[in-house]
């Protein structure tokens, strides 16, 4: 007995000072629900020209696509003077530890060539550099010396779309209200340019005052407000030939505010007769046009959603200015915005998932966006005046007007990202107002 | 009245009778006279001795040594045996190499450069010119140390005392098996659930008051290959039955054999656990991760975590990431994979891995603060990236 007492103690006590504390079965597990939102830095060393006649076009391209990237708020460039490599020929194997060691997550290769008839041709590699891989497999783009800008988009936007997983918006155009002159005489005119303010082309001439362009579903048309008759009425522009037509000329109204339907056949307007507004719908093929709403107050600014199911607008028939959503084809409209001041100019995302919208409240204007259902509002702007905005083609970033105070004061351009960050005047030097976003560009 | 007189007057007496007799204001005594011998100088004797401490001038008389010359050509690798060999330097000739040195500053093509770093025959070693420029002492003589030179060990060889044949396996001999883990079939389950997933959505407190866990069977002992006999323990399979101690022995023989038993049992229990079962192939060993170590990983992981390029619907993406460690603390990159994805589509989830990957590369380069005692508890770890907190909504 005592043997076999003594036996176990001893046993007991030895076990209890080799067994693990606890037993842990399988690999530690961990959750990580933090982390830092910081722009992605990448490299781009000059792309490689291959010929003498493609030098300052590779200089020149591989300008525009750090310059995209970097606008966006998601990337930064690495400066050249840091580099530990130098790219030479584009078949050349990249040195990963030199571009890890000064901090590159992404590394952009290119090289650039003008054959003989003058066609550019640009090829390029992304490379994840932690990875020690290439990101996606090489393209080549190519087209007309003339194009080289727009070359330089297509590459910057295989970039961001690789890396975010997002389409990118840098090959499109923005129709827009070029304005000059003193503020109680101002000119007005359309014109277009690339989303970065370059290649500014006039779409009219200043004699009238046009407002509130939008471009059609496939970017080659522009509907706009005119007041060349003496009363606003819409147009339809062709981009290309620039031929334009009214669009339902009925006497003793006026009609405002169009907006394309996703399909391009359709088009949504305000038609104000008899002192009402209320919103139409116009077939362009048939010229048959067809009554939304049917409300004394004034509704406006409709915007179809993407998939052309519902149709977000203005209306003040609560008391004030507010947003309501209702089905394509007529119904009743709901309610969507409940805060305090007035909201208007609402525009459904490419996306889906918001609207975005001008809010006035408190002596301030701001650009917002929220939920299609009106939860999750969110001012991503503030200032003296705010307004019209439109969104990028891929839904991330928002382009608006802002009116800066005072008699001097004079309408620019710019861009937000639906976050909030990033808010950057638009590089164009005129002054501008009323933008509307095209899609990418075949 | 007078009595007061004559007492002063009688003590100032005695008073100037004591200065006058003790010699108060005598002279000090005279020190005692030092005496220098002089030596009368005439005038020239005196610019002949003041003559040498004028200043200095400038000795032009004096050359400075010659610089020696020194060859212009590469040195070429001294043979250590030919240095002791030299009788005595030949007499300096006129190089014919320094003729060919402002060839070799030449940038000359890679070919060329090997050529002229490559040492000559020894027979050919002009070691002449080098002599005058050798800065170091010759060498002394050694003292000597071994009756006979031996040849110099080869480059690989470890200088030791005795020397050794390098053992390399016979390729004929059998191979012993080597010892391996016990092996288990991998736990699978009908789907996977994460510790995110196993998280209880009542906040902290606890849904249940579990039991403390049963200690779990000792494992079937496995084969061994010639355990090592414990000195205190005659047989280690002895307390596998205590209770049946051989009936001829006497009880103080069965105590000691019993408790050396146990002993060599609970010793053995250490070297057993990390090759044990745990239902998932391998068990961790040692004390747990401390909530402190965890969170220390946590930080180390979400610092590095960049989910600024991060796509919207990568945002509601969360990954799982299985990695493998190093004991170093550095995470194996080529075993980083992406072990589930929940909440978006198979392209956000690349994006959000992708983040997560360069986290765990990045700030594991440095190797992640992990206790290196503990390192059979995070030798494999499955990291959950969840953006969804960081989304705006």
Redesign the interface.
């Known amino acids: 007995m005592m ?2 007492l ?2 176990a103690i ?2 007991l006590v ?2 209890q ?24 830095p990448f490299a781009v060393p000059e792309f490689v020209a291959e010929n003498a006649a493609a030098a300052e076009y590779a200089q020149n391209i591989t300008r525009v696509i750090a310059a995209d990237l970097e606008g966006t708020g ?2 930064r460039e690495i400066p050249r003077e840091a580099f530990l490599s130098t790219v030479t020929s584009f078949a050349s194997p990249v040195q990963y530890a030199d571009w890890k060691a000064i901090n590159a ?1 992404a590394l952009i290769t290119g090289a650039v060539s003008v054959d003989g008839s003058g066609r550019l041709s640009v090829k390029f590699r992304l490379y ?1 550099v ?2 020690q891989a290439p990101l996606g497999d090489g393209l080549q783009f190519g087209g007309a010396t003339g194009s080289w800008r727009r070359v330089a988009h297509k590459v910057a936007d295989q970039v961001y779309s690789r ?4 389409g990118g918006y840098f090959d499109s155009r923005v129709v827009f209200v070029a304005e000059r002159g003193p503020k109680n005489e101002r000119a007005k005119q359309l014109a277009i340019m690339d989303y970065d303010g370059a290649n500014m082309q006039a779409l009219t001439d200043a004699n009238s005052i046009v407002i509130a362009p939008r471009f059609s579903p496939t970017g080659d048309r522009v509907l706009y407000t005119s007041y060349e008759s003496g009363f606003p009425r819409i147009y339809l522009l062709d981009v290309a030939s620039g031929q334009r037509r009214m669009l339902d000329d009925q006497p003793g109204t006026m009609t405002f505010a169009p907006r394309f339907a996703p399909d391009g056949r359709r088009v949504l307007f305000s038609l104000a007769q008899g002192g009402n507004t209320d919103l139409y719908e116009l077939d362009l093929q048939s010229g048959r046009r067809s009554r939304l709403t049917d409300a004394p107050s004034i509704e406006t600014a409709p915007s179809f959603s993407p998939d052309g199911s519902q149709i977000v607008f203005e209306s003040d028939r609560s008391g004030t200015q507010q947003l309501y959503v209702m089905p394509a084809n007529g119904g009743e409209p709901r309610r969507i915005s409940f805060g305090q001041g007035r909201y208007g100019t609402p525009v459904w995302s490419p996306r889906g ?1 918001y609207i975005a919208f001008t809010k006035q409240n408190q002596g301030r204007f701001h650009i917002g966006v929220m939920r299609t259902d009106g939860s ?1 509002e ?1 001012l991503l702007t503030a200032s003296f005046l705010d307004e019209g905005p439109t969104w990028a083609p891929n839904g ?1 970033v928002i382009m608006f007007t802002r009116e800066t105070a005072g008699a001097a004061g004079a309408p620019g351009l710019y861009t937000v990202d639906i ?2 960050r990033n808010l950057r005047k638009v590089p164009y030097q005129g002054q501008g107002s009323d933008p509307s976003w095209s899609p990418l560009q075949p | 009245m007078n009595t007061g007189t004559y007492i002063s007057g009688g003590a100032h007496l005695g008073l100037i009778a004591w200065v006058m007799l003790a010699g108060l204001f005598d002279a000090p005594p005279p020190k005692p006279m030092e005496v220098t011998d002089v030596t009368i100088l005439s005038g020239d004797e005196f610019a002949a001795l003041t003559a040498p401490a004028a200043a200095p001038k400038p000795s032009q008389e004096v050359a400075p040594p010659e610089a020696p010359s020194l060859p212009r050509s590469p040195r070429p690798a001294p043979a250590p045996e030919a240095r002791p060999q030299r009788p005595e330097p030949p007499a300096p000739q006129a190089p014919a190499e320094p003729d060919t040195a402002p060839e070799a500053l030449e940038p000359p093509a890679e070919a060329d450069v090997a050529e002229t770093v490559t040492a000559p025959e020894a027979p050919e070693i002009p070691e002449a010119p080098e002599a005058p420029v050798t800065d170091t002492a010759p060498p002394r003589p050694s003292t000597r140390i071994a009756p006979e030179p031996s040849a110099p060990p080869p480059e690989d060889a470890v200088v030791a005392e005795q020397p050794s044949q390098a053992t390399r396996p016979d390729p004929a001999a059998e191979r012993p098996t080597p010892e391996a883990d016990e092996a288990a079939p991998e736990e699978a389950a009908t789907q996977t659930v994460t510790e995110a997933e196993e998280r209880p959505e009542t906040g902290l407190a606890m849904a249940s008051s579990p039991r403390p866990r049963n200690r779990p069977n000792r494992p079937a002992a496995p084969p061994r290959e010639t355990p090592p006999p414990p000195e205190t323990a005659a047989a280690p399979q002895a307390p596998a039955e205590p209770d049946a101690p051989a009936e001829t022995a006497s009880e103080e023989d069965s105590l000691a054999d019993a408790v050396a038993g146990a002993v060599a049992d609970a010793l053995s229990e250490p070297a057993a656990a990390p090759e044990g079962t745990g239902g998932a192939g391998r068990a961790a060993s040692g004390p747990p991760l401390t909530a402190g170590e965890r969170d220390a990983l946590r930080v180390s992981v979400s610092r590095c975590w960049n989910v600024g390029s991060l796509s919207t619907e990568a945002m509601q993406t969360s990954v799982v990431l299985g990695v493998d460690m190093e004991e170093t603390g550095k995470p194996n990159i080529g075993s980083i994979r992406m072990i589930s994805w929940t909440g978006g589509s198979e392209s956000a989830a690349r994006q959000t891995y992708e983040s997560a990957r360069r986290a765990i590369v990045m700030c594991g380069s440095s190797g992640f603060p992990l206790p290196v005692e503990k390192y059979d508890q995070w030798r494999q770890i499955e990291m959950t990236f969840d953006p969804g907190k960081m989304r705006i909504r």
């Open positions: 043997l076999r003594l036996t001893l046993a030895l076990g000072a080799a067994l693990p504390a606890l037993a842990q079965n399988g690999p530690l597990r961990i959750v990580i629900d933090e982390g830092v939102i910081e722009p992605l998601l990337f997550q994840d932690y990875s890396i975010t997983g997002e998932d999750e969110r991330r976050t909030g």
